[in-house]
């Protein structure tokens, strides 16, 4: 029996672009965010620390865990853009 196509949906969330333009000042501000998130983990590195826990078990690790794989490919992706439009750039 043949594989039923999966049905589009209709009226579902808009997907982000696949591609999408970063200024400097757009990365900025990402890593704006990325540096309040690191005052956070750190915070709870410290509260776990000052407690005098052994370790703590949190729900959600493999999230984290797929987050910082992704902002490492995103950062290889950009690294490799700017290399391209560096050698567009460049006239012979």
């Known amino acids: 029996m043949a594989k039923k196509k999966a049905a589009k949906k209709v009226g579902g ?48 690790h493999a999230m984290l865990l797929r987050g910082l794989n992704q902002i490492d490919n995103f950062i290889d992706n950009a690294s490799r853009a700017v290399r391209e439009a560096r050698t567009a750039r460049v006239e012979y």
């Open 13 to 60: 969330p808009e997907r982000n672009p696949r591609k999408e333009p970063y200024t400097s000042a757009r990365l900025n501000s990402v890593t704006d965010r990325m540096k309040d998130q690191t005052g956070k983990m750190s915070a709870l590195a410290r509260a776990i620390a000052d407690a005098k826990l052994d370790g703590i078990v949190i729900d959600g």
